[in-house]
């Protein structure tokens, strides 16, 4: 009998994965982990922790790009509806971390916001699948509803930074539908009009916030040390860097969540502009990437997901980078496939692993 190779062996399994977008994401992770070896450096353990985390997403990665976009389809409602459950029960019993309720434990911790990441687009695109061809002005109303519900749930934890990026998800889904251009005019001259009851409802933290992003020097040892801080680890990198494990900043404890949140400016202070460029172009490249595989999907339902996920990736990057670098409120978003954490890399690694499917099953449709 012919004995199969090892590779002839486990081929089949990694046929499923599109190869220009798990090649950057690979790289991605790769600059990560590097970035992170430094950071963590008084933290042993983080990288092996994060080595952990890159294998359970890759699982995840992998079961989502099997998994067809119809048997997606069906499973949305249930979906969003055990979201929004989730929600409330954190609400009412959550556990309540550093003055946040955003987690709840049924057996094991988690943290229901991550959930809405990927139910809110899957729902909405659900939504307006079944609608095609005959989308009016009561169905995005319908579709705006069914986005505030989280978003409101998920801004009384208080967590800003996930309620943004599932609002930012859901939005992408309804302009993705059609919303018209003269409608979103007129939200966002709503939304500049209503800027001061919004500045009113707001907790005196996320007001403090936006202050010290106007102006970090108010309170340069408390709210604006961040920023400061921040900036000038980037700005002391120049433009080739100061070399690997070589960063001031982080190593002498200048920058505050360096494994986390901030890693961005550890990165810019090891690998200057020279690195920044880098890590930017293999941003575009997955941003470039998704879309092309939105572009290319046989249904509606594919290619508003599939856009939406894209563009969610890009509201990652571009708002970690903008308030590492001192030009957007500090909000508590990660830099996607960089950042340490548990949570975080699942929902990335299931939202590439959609992507996956969308495109592998579109190659099938076709043959």
Do not use: C
């Not at 998704?290 to 046989?298: M, T």
């Amino acid at each position: 009998m012919h004995k199969r190779s090892f590779l002839q062996v486990i081929r089949p399994y990694f046929t499923v994965f599109d190869g220009p977008l798990a090649l950057i994401v690979f790289l991605l992770l790769s600059v990560g982990i590097v970035t992170l070896y430094s950071a963590g450096i008084d933290f042993p353990g983080r990288v092996e922790d994060q080595l952990r985390n890159i294998v359970v997403a890759f699982v995840v990665m992998w079961i989502a790009a099997i998994v067809p976009p119809q048997t997606l389809m069906r499973f949305a409602v249930p979906i969003y509806t055990v979201g929004i459950a989730l929600l409330i029960a954190v609400a009412m019993f959550g556990m309540v971390k550093k003055g946040a309720r955003r987690w709840i434990n049924l057996g094991i911790v988690i943290q229901p916001s991550e959930i809405m990441k990927i139910a809110m687009p899957l729902m909405l695109a659900w939504f307006f699948q079944k609608r095609e061809g005959m989308i009016r002005w009561q169905e995005f109303l319908v579709a705006a509803l069914l986005l505030m519900i989280p978003v409101g749930l998920i801004m009384k934890q208080p967590d800003l930074g996930t309620s943004l990026l599932v609002l930012a998800a859901g939005f992408y889904v309804i302009f993705l539908a059609g919303l018209s251009w003269k409608v979103l005019i007129g939200l966002t001259v709503a939304g500049l009009s209503s800027l001061p009851l919004i500045w009113s409802m707001m907790h005196d933290y996320q007001q403090h916030r936006i202050m010290t992003l106007i102006d970090p020097t108010t309170d340069p040892l408390g709210k604006g040390f961040h920023i400061i801080q921040s900036t000038i680890a980037i700005g002391s990198g120049g433009i080739t860097g100061k070399g690997w494990l070589k960063g001031t900043q982080s190593h002498l404890a200048f920058i505050p969540e360096r494994t986390t949140d901030f890693i961005f400016a550890v990165y810019s202070e090891e690998f200057g502009l020279i690195g920044n460029i880098v890590l930017l172009v293999l941003y575009l490249l997955l941003i470039g990437r998704g879309l092309i595989i939105a572009a290319n999907a046989p249904t509606f339902f594919t290619r508003l997901l599939a856009g939406a996920l894209t563009l969610m990736f890009f509201t990652y990057a571009f708002v970690n980078m903008g308030m590492v670098s001192g030009i957007l409120p500090v909000v508590g978003v990660p830099l996607p496939f960089m950042s340490y954490g548990g949570t975080a890399f699942v929902t990335l690694g299931l939202g590439v692993g959609i992507l996956m499917s969308i495109q592998r099953h579109r190659k099938l449709i076709q043959t």
